[in-house]
């Protein structure tokens, strides 16, 4: 499946989640990633076809994948974790 869309859900959809979708991007074009779109939300915007992959706290993991694809992270705000985990989906060869 292509991830055309990305959505960093938190509890509330304010705080944690756009610092999510903000280290997405900062992932992204550290790797020459350039056509996915990344938001943020909250657990309940996570609908079936809301988004191609769900990126979320480990705690609301269940529900994000109702809807979808979804890799959960046990530190939310932790760049190192995210990004161990986003190059193990889109398969970025380490340097």
């Given at each position: 499946?292509e991830?055309?869309?990305?959505l960093?859900?938190?509890?509330s959809?304010l705080?944690?989640s756009?610092l ?10 550290k790797?020459g990633i350039?056509?996915v ?10 609908t079936?076809g809301?988004a191609?992959?769900f990126?979320c706290s480990?705690d609301?993991?269940?529900?994000c994948?109702?809807a ?9 705000t932790?760049?190192?974790e ?12 380490t340097?």
């Amino acid at each position: 499946m292509e991830i055309k869309r990305i959505l960093c859900c938190c509890m509330s959809g304010l705080g944690s989640s756009f610092l999510v979708e903000m280290n997405v991007k900062k992932f992204f074009k550290k790797n020459g990633i350039t056509d996915v779109e990344v938001d943020h939300a909250g657990v309940y915007d996570a609908t079936k076809g809301a988004a191609d992959l769900f990126i979320c706290s480990a705690d609301i993991k269940e529900e994000c994948e109702k809807a979808g694809p979804t890799v959960p992270l046990n530190r939310l705000t932790d760049y190192d974790e995210l990004e161990g985990k986003l190059k193990e989906y889109f398969e970025v060869k380490t340097a």
